[in-house]
């Protein structure tokens, strides 16, 4: 069996959470491009995967690929997946250090998906470094998965890839909405090691998956969480899993407005691996926090609300 | 017990004449240095008093003969008495004397024993019963009561009680008796009977027996509680020391004539320090031992007076001193007069005295080499006619905790500093260093509610954090603005005032060291100030609005200040102005609140304070806030919390006379730094683990001008250097001063933009001032020459002492020479080439953390990696240990570029702006990229073997491709390894214990290319 073939029995990506409703699917064996691209420049095309299926090709020397427009509703979670492969010579499966790579370049040389939000208006929406996107760094085919919250005002998204001078192949893309329970994106880091979801380590962080299949986050000194809603008048409980490198790796929370204006931190917890938890109230004015990590390895981080 | 010894007697009961001055009972002839109990019935019809002299030889009273304590009363309701003491090293005739003021009472059956009991502790049971203290004279909070039908000694918090000085054999070997207390400190006096070392305590506890140490002449045991939270109080019932076996003869110095100390009967503690620091000294430095008297002898000889008691004759100077610690020294023929208003002041005196009349300085602290002195034929006092009084009445160096302390204690001392040290950390009662009592706002609160109750019965005590009331013991702001809180304060100061058993100098009373305060709806309700506006705030979190939460906490502090001061008008409450308390408040600060200023941590340490544009990016926030604070409190007494304590070479002391003469100007309080230990004790605190004396070495000459600036900032810092090169260093003393002005130079060059705090790195200090400025050579050339012109025995010392320090941070710097070697051109792709034996060999590589916490250990399979060099190449070889090399994870091999993916070793080197990766497989598999270029090619060349339980990569790196040249420049490397590639068999690790992609400074070792031999 194929890693392709096995990934797609296995649902993409073998999600733990319940069964959701796709809100788009596409999987480039019948309808032509046109269809489902903004638009459609020589060479890219779709060919036959070793399955017999169809999937999307896009040429080394195309810059960007745009997907048409897809609805999306602000403040929700979803769950964007679909399988990719590349042609480049240095991928995970032949030179370990590439992950790593990726990291510390911020995948600048690599090929990449991003998520572009659009109001009403059909205006885009900045929300720059919020970590909407990743790198596609596997020469098999490789579930991706990006779980992502549509800032205010969104009305609908576009996905953009960029081959990086290698060919890349795109199959069985579809977006779900999804609700784990959790205020906060991939809490349990459970799409594997190279689907971050805008979490960012720093220095020599990143993500593992452990022999046991469980994979973690190694924050390194400074790492960041994506951001996550929080609001000035609910009581939330924040649940952290892990542990420390150092005896003092601890977990700090830093809360914004709706502008992005930081408005100010504060010391969480110290993660064990029993679990650690902390109740608060953010301060007035709170639209949004994130963690930021000093050496630890996270396994689980929870938000959740205690009160409506 | 064995009867007295006594060769004549008076009468055994005699009548004596009323009269205020003491009379005659009985006299004897005594033995020196025994243990004796005195016993007479005395029938009186009113209160009268006994005491004891022992006379020596000449006739004169040492004032070790004196015994004459307060409870030694006679009572018109009490018949017995008894009093044990030992008999000085001089003594040879006891008196027993009384005085009343009324009819002399009668006494019978007077008799001297001789005390045999075993027990070398003098009242070690408390036999003697209730208001019976010989042998325990010194005390504080320690008191004699019934307890379960037997008499103990009760010791309350913060209360010490020290037992009379006990004779002991330098070299003998001493125990506990069975049953004794074990949790004292023992304190060791030698032959002067100044305190020269502490015993560590765990010699009480884990061991039965112990050697008593070289120059030991006396031992004195201290009790106290060690952890007041804990204990109430405690008991002293059995308190023993015996003699096991050894008889090293005691060697007394014979007691010189032409000179003598004079010390009153009833001299402070401190005061006896004073006279035993100058009794120690001159006998050292002048091989004579000055009798220390407590009645000027009929000699006509130089008499040093010391103390207050004789400085009547001087009320101008008196007047001077005021009620500073500071000194004044007077000479009126053959009579020196060595006093202060305070007995602290008595010995900086006497110490200052030293000085200025020998070529002594105490250059540092440690034991075996700090000080440093001539000795010659008696010393003549040419200088005796000076005063001084202290900028500050408070000077302090603070220190972690937990460290033995002892010779720090006595440099402090001698230094003229008055730090306060928790008597768990070291005993400087007897050293003028100030009673004080400490605490942050919830331990005076907990003092009232135990935390345990309060956050049951008050919760709205506890701080208000994003919603939610933060309930914790610990590292915690109260509700400022509750009153309630207020008022729970005030008791809890009240509780901790009426609890001291001393007079405290003051009371520190401060904030918890963190960012976080309140932000409940009271706290956030916006401030009326006196001038009627509004402050409102700004943010819920301190960091954000500094200023309305410092408004909020001295708001909170006026207000208990303002209680306080009606029960206690001289008290001092000391507190922080620091993290947001640092700017200062919109109102007015409390006249009894002495503020401690603490610019932590971004204000530069190479400039003072109010040179506030060389604070870099920070600007002058941190002279604003000063500026404020100093005409703000101006003759309030603002005090500040420094950081001048840094690991290196610096001439940090230049910026501190500016910040302290400032704060001179403004009536300062408290000057303070904070400091550490000069003991060979690790450094847990950084995480090197290096001695505490390391710091020592390379900083010395800065802490002890710091110390001199704090008793007088106008001083010039420089001129103090050199005074302390010149009596530290002698005869090296001028290349220590070259060596000096270029740390100096670089440290005060503009043009060297760096941000120095505490938290600096020792290899960024040496670095920026040092290495980078050009100055490495030179400077250890100086050093060197240093170290050949020294001559004195602990000059040298301490210049050697310098150079190793100089050394090990350029050592830190994990530079290594590659060798030049010719032969590696060809050999360098023959693994057992023996010219690989001179290249630069680097081992002991650590496992580094993946998903998996190792915290550095040593990497299970070790690797080495050699390197040297030639004209062209850089060569490394790297040999991989691995007992299964048969099963090492490799890619299929190819001849051109490909990502070794499984076993391999990995080189990184950067000149600072550009990096380049190199790997290599056991199969010979080798992949090269600069940055993020994978398609850069180095046209290395490589080559691997492999052997029973290794394999083996050797690469030649051309230098033309990292664009260096040999012989000019430098590279940083990292070396790793990966063993096997995947699951829990996978191990990572590197040179530095830290994954290579962790670009941290210390994880580099700096590779010097080798130059090739002329």
């Keep these: ?308 | 017990m064995r009867n007295c010894l006594f060769l004549w007697t008076l009468p055994l009961c005699v009548m004596l004449a009323a009269g205020a001055d003491p009379a005659l009972v009985a006299e004897y002839e005594v033995r020196p240095l025994t243990q004796y109990q005195l016993s007479f019935e005395a029938d009186a019809e009113t209160r009268a008093s006994w005491e004891v002299r022992i006379l020596d030889g000449d006739g004169r009273l040492p004032h070790s003969g004196c015994f004459k304590e307060p409870w030694q009363t006679i009572q018109p309701d009490r018949q017995e008495y008894r009093q044990w003491f030992y008999s000085p090293a001089e003594g040879v005739k006891l008196q027993l004397l009384c005085t009343s003021e009324e009819a002399q009472p009668a006494f019978n059956n007077v008799r001297l024993d001789e005390v045999d009991s075993g027990n070398l502790v003098i009242n070690g049971d408390f036999a003697g019963g209730l208001n019976n203290y010989s042998g325990w004279r010194d005390r504080a909070g320690a008191t004699l009561v019934e307890e379960k039908g037997r008499t103990v000694l009760r010791i309350v918090p913060g209360g010490y009680a020290l037992t009379d000085p006990i004779p002991v054999m330098p070299g003998a070997v001493y125990a506990f008796p069975p049953g004794a207390l074990r949790r004292g400190q023992m304190m060791v006096y030698d032959q002067t009977m100044l305190r020269i070392d502490d015993l560590p305590p765990y010699h009480h506890i884990n061991n039965t027996t112990f050697t008593m140490p070289a120059e030991a002449a006396y031992v004195r045991m201290l009790f106290f509680i060690k952890w007041p939270h804990l204990e109430s109080s405690i008991s002293l019932t059995n308190v023993g020391l015996m003699h096991v076996e050894g008889e090293a003869a005691a060697t007394a110095a014979p007691s010189a004539t032409e000179q003598e100390i004079v010390l009153a009967a009833d001299a402070d503690m401190i005061e006896e320090r004073a006279a035993r620091e100058l009794q120690h000294w001159l006998y050292k430095i002048g091989g004579r031992k000055l009798p220390v008297l407590a009645k000027p002898s009929a000699a006509d000889n130089v008499k040093l007076y010391v103390g207050t008691t004789w400085a009547e004759r001087y009320p101008e100077d008196l007047d001077f001193l005021g009620e500073s610690d500071g000194y004044a020294v007077r000479r009126d023929g053959k009579a020196i007069y060595i006093f202060g208003t305070k007995p602290a002041g008595v010995l900086f005196g006497a110490i200052r005295f030293l000085e200025e009349n020998t070529d002594i300085i105490w250059a540092r602290p440690h034991e075996e080499f700090g000080t440093v002195y001539s000795t010659q034929d008696g010393v003549e006092f040419a200088v005796s006619d000076f005063r001084s009084r202290p900028a500050f009445p408070a000077r302090a160096f603070s220190f972690p905790g937990g460290l033995p302390m002892t010779d720090t204690l006595f440099w402090m001392s001698r230094l003229g500093l008055n730090t306060s040290v928790p008597m768990k950390d070291g005993f400087n009662r007897d050293m003028g260093g100030h009673t004080i009592m400490n605490g942050s706002f919830f331990s005076y609160i907990f003092k009232v509610h135990p935390f345990a109750e309060l956050k049951e019965s008050h919760p709205e005590f506890f701080p208000m954090i994003d919603g939610k009331r933060m309930i914790k013991e610990h590292w915690l702001n109260p509700c400022f603005s509750n009153p309630e809180v207020v008022k729970t304060l005030i008791a809890g100061l009240r509780i901790a005032l009426a609890e001291a058993p001393e007079k405290l100098d003051y009371l520190s009373c401060f904030q918890a060291d963190t960012w976080r305060v309140c932000s409940c709806d009271s706290c956030m309700t916006p401030i009326q100030l006196p001038d009627g506006s509004i402050l409102a705030p700004k943010s819920p979190y301190s960091e954000e609005d500094s200023r309305f939460f410092s408004t909020r906490m001295f708001m909170m502090m006026n207000e208990a200040a303002d209680v306080l001061m009606k029960e206690y008008p001289d008290l001092k409450l000391v507190t922080h102005a620091y993290i947001y308390s640092a700017e200062p408040p919109a109102v007015a600060v409390h006249p009894a609140l002495k503020p401690q200023y603490a610019a932590y941590s971004t204000r530069t340490l190479r400039y003072p304070i109010l040179d506030g544009d060389a604070n870099g990016a920070w600007g002058d926030i941190w002279e604003k806030r000063y500026r404020t604070w100093l005409e703000r409190h101006e003759g309030k007494g603002l005090s500040v919390f420094s950081y001048y304590n840094l690991n290196g070479f610096s001439a940090v002391a230049d910026a501190a006379a500016s910040d302290f003469r400032e704060l001179a100007k403004a009536g300062g309080f408290l000057a303070h730094t904070e400091s550490c230990p000069d003991v060979e004790f690790p450094n847990n605190y950084t995480g090197n683990g290096d001695p505490y004396s390391y710091i020592w070495d390379v900083d010395a000459m800065e802490r002890w001008v710091l110390a001199r600036l704090m008793w007088d900032p106008s001083q010039e810092p420089q001129e103090l250097r050199e005074y302390y090169m010149q009596r530290s260093f002698r005869e090296a003393a001028e290349p220590m001063m070259k060596f000096h002005a270029l740390v100096r130079a670089s440290w005060l060059d503009p043009k060297i933009d760096k941000l120095v705090n505490c938290h600096i790195s020792q290899r960024d200090l040496f670095t920026t001032f040092i290495v980078e400025p050009g100055n490495e050579e030179r400077a250890r050339t100086l050093l060197v020459e240093a170290e050949k012109a020294a001559v004195h025995p602990v000059s040298k010392q301490l210049v050697q002492r310098i150079l190793s320090g100089f050394d090990r941070l350029s050592a830190r710097l994990n530079r290594e020479a590659i060798p030049w070697v010719p032969e590696s051109t060809h050999d360098w792709n023959a693994a057992t080439s023996t010219h690989w034996e001179k290249a630069i060999a680097f081992t002991g590589f650590g496992k580094v953390d993946d998903w998996r916490v190792f915290d550095r250990a040593p990497a299970e399979h070790q690797t080495e990696v050699r390197t040297m060099c030639d004209r062209e190449n850089l060569y490394f070889r790297i040999v991989a240990w691995d007992d299964a090399v048969d099963k090492v994870v490799v890619a299929p091999y190819s001849a051109t570029e490909q990502f070794p993916n499984g076993d391999r070793v990995e080189i990184v080197l950067t000149d600072g702006s550009k990096h380049w990766y190199f790997t290599i497989g056991p199969n010979g598999n080798r992949y090269d990229a600069r940055g993020w270029e994978q398609s850069w090619e180095s046209d290395w060349q490589v080559e691997t073997t492999s052997d029973k339980g290794s394999w083996t990569a050797m690469a030649a790196i051309p230098m033309a491709a990292l664009d260096i040249e040999p012989g000019t420049t430098q590279l940083q490397a990292r070396f790793g390894r990966v063993y096997r590639l995947r699951g829990d068999e996978r191990e990572e690790s590197s040179l530095a214990g830290a994954s290579i992609y962790n670009r941290h400074e210390s994880f580099w070792t700096t590779l010097l290319i080798g130059k090739e031999e002329q």
């Design chain 1, 1 to 308: 069996m194929s890693i392709r073939t096995m990934l797609l029995l296995t649902g993409l990506c073998g999600s733990l959470m319940l069964p959701a409703n796709p809100i788009h699917t596409q999987s480039f064996d019948t309808e032509q491009p046109e269809a489902y691209l903004e638009s459609v420049v020589e060479g890219v095309t779709t060919v036959q995967t070793e399955d017999g299926g169809m999937c999307l090709a896009l040429p080394a020397e195309l810059r960007v690929s745009t997907m048409k427009a897809m609805p999306v509703t602000p403040e929700t979670t979803y769950k964007l997946t679909f399988l990719a492969r590349t042609d480049r010579s240095d991928t995970v499966e032949s030179n370990d250090r590439a992950h790593m790579e990726m990291l510390q370049s911020y995948g600048r040389f690599l090929p990449m998906y991003e998520l572009l939000f659009f109001d009403s208006d059909g205006e885009q929406i900045q929300r720059s470094g919020r970590g909407f996107g990743g790198s596609i760094l596997t020469s098999d085919w490789y579930a991706y998965s990006l779980a992502f919250q549509p800032p205010p005002e969104t009305a609908a998204v576009k996905i953009r890839f960029s081959p990086r001078n290698s060919p890349l192949y795109i199959d069985n893309l579809e977006i779900v909405s999804i609700d784990d329970g959790t205020i906060n994106v991939n809490p349990e880091f459970e799409y594997g090691e190279l689907n971050y979801s805008g979490w960012r380590p720093a220095r020599d962080g990143r993500l593992y998956t452990r022999p046991d299949g469980k994979t973690v986050f190694k924050s390194g000194y400074g790492g960041v969480s994506p951001f996550f809603p929080l609001r000035e008048t609910v009581t939330y409980q924040l649940y952290a899993r892990g542990q420390r490198q150092t005896t003092n790796g601890w977990l700090s929370l830093t809360y914004y407005d709706a502008e992005g204006k930081r408005l100010g931190d504060r010391f969480l917890l110290r993660p064990t691996v029993e679990g650690e938890s902390v109740e608060l109230v953010p301060p007035p004015g709170t639209f949004e926090a994130r963690l930021v990590m000093y050496s630890v390895i996270l396994e689980s981080f929870r938000v959740t609300a205690l009160t409506p």
